[in-house]
């Protein structure tokens, strides 16, 4: 079974750019996350799409990110204008439902260095 | 609101010595408690998950967890420690839909020759 795809896998830009994420989630899975992890500490939900609908998204920095899921499958982050403390590894997560404790499958993220 | 506390940022053991890792939890019903493991340059990884029943979870590559609801704690246990578990490891905890989850820091993992 093919795991959850990212690309790319490593981005560097300057603040005030904008750049785009892309992942795929595993085949059949209906709810997707997008997770930001900052070094040294722990992944913190951005936005959690439930087929192409948004579940949550209280976390998500709404002035210069956003997220869709068009299909309900594949799903773009987008981060305009960037910033330095945007830098950090953007995880995409899938999951079958959103059940109480559905394991959630990673993928191997984004690493993201604003300069 | 829930909150995870892993208390140690890094340890190290020597292979084949034995393995705990605290995490301790603030959640106001009952929680869901989970441990993943991120391998450098991969993504997280689950062990194991704790929802109810037995307080003594198995997990995968020979891991264990035991929730303690007295101390609020979940630790991650490993009698024999390979070098290949070398890695970062996550505590969680998470209510009723995923998007309650909340993650420790995470603690790095040295395994020494």
């Known amino acids: 079974e093919a795991g959850v795809a990212q690309s790319p896998r490593y981005k560097i830009i300057e603040k005030r750019q904008s750049v785009a994420f892309w992942c795929n989630p595993i085949?059949?899975?209906?709810?997707l996350y997008w997770y930001q992890q900052i070094l040294g500490q722990g992944p913190k939900l951005l936005i959690q799409?439930?087929?192409?609908?948004?579940?949550?998204d209280s976390q998500l920095p709404k002035d210069r990110f956003s997220a869709e899921r068009l299909k309900g499958v594949d799903s773009t982050l987008k981060i305009q204008p960037a910033k330095l403390e945007d830098s950090a590894v953007y995880l995409c997560?899938?999951?079958f439902g959103t059940g109480t404790g559905e394991t959630q499958y990673f993928g191997p993220g984004t690493r993201l260095l604003v300069l | 609101a829930q909150s995870v506390t892993q208390p140690d940022i890094h340890i190290t053991v020597s292979e084949g010595a034995s393995l705990e890792l605290r995490c301790n939890y603030s959640?106001?019903?009952?929680?869901?408690l989970f441990w993943y493991v991120q391998s450098p340059g991969q993504g997280l990884q689950l062990l194991l998950k704790?929802?109810?029943?037995?307080?003594l979870v198995q997990g995968i590559k020979g891991f264990e967890a035991e929730f303690k609801r007295s101390q609020s704690s979940f630790n991650l246990r490993k009698p024999s420690v390979h070098w290949s578990d070398a890695a970062e490891y996550f505590c969680?905890?998470?209510?009723?839909?995923?998007?309650?989850?909340?993650f420790g820091a995470g603690t790095r993992l040295t395994v020494k020759p």
């Open positions: 997560a899938s999951s």
């Open positions: 085949s059949g899975h209906a709810t």
């Open positions: 799409f439930q087929n192409n609908g948004v579940v949550d």
């Open positions: 959640y106001g019903a009952t929680p869901y």
């Open positions: 704790y929802f109810s029943g037995d307080t």
């Open positions: 969680a905890v998470g209510g009723v839909n995923n998007n309650d989850m909340r």
